[in-house]
Nanobody, 122 residues
Framework: VQLQASGGGLVQAGDSLRLSCAAS????????MGWFRQAPGKDRELVSA????????YYHDSVKGRFTMSRDGEKATVYLQMNSLKPEDTAVYYC????????????????WGQGTLVTVSS
């Protein structure tokens, strides 16, 4: 499945952004999905994950209470609503799909989008 991420940009601390990730196949609705990010000089980390039916979610401790991941099966799209953004959220954000129904492990994701840059100024 091909994934297309969008919605990144330059914002100020405290602002909000919503990232979107559209899949090329409607079969995506059966896949677990994740949002990862990679900041300069840092390893890629899992920010959020969602199960195939949206019933299970995971959030990195650093984004709990600020970010919300959701999915629209009909549109084969997942979203990451990011509120109260902080400068430390600055990174390239990637969406990814796993053939598992849900996963918190990067090595179980086998389809990746191209990344969208989020820059948060202080």
């Amino acid at each position: 499945v091909q994934l297309q991420a969008s919605g990144g940009g330059l914002v100020q601390a405290g602002d909000s952004l919503r990232l979107s990730c559209a899949a090329s196949e409607r079969t995506q609705k059966w896949f677990g999905m994740g949002w990862f990010r990679q900041a300069p000089g840092k390893d890629r980390e899992l920010v959020s994950a969602i199960g195939w039916n949206g019933g299970r979610t995971y959030y990195h401790d650093s984004v709990k209470g600020r970010f919300t991941m959701s999915r629209d099966g009909e549109k084969a799209t997942v979203y990451l609503q990011m509120n109260s953004l902080k400068p430390e959220d600055t990174a390239v954000y990637y969406c990814a799909a796993t053939r598992r129904l849900f996963s918190q492990y990067a090595n179980e994701y086998n389809s990746w989008g191209q990344g969208t840059l989020v820059t948060v100024s202080s």
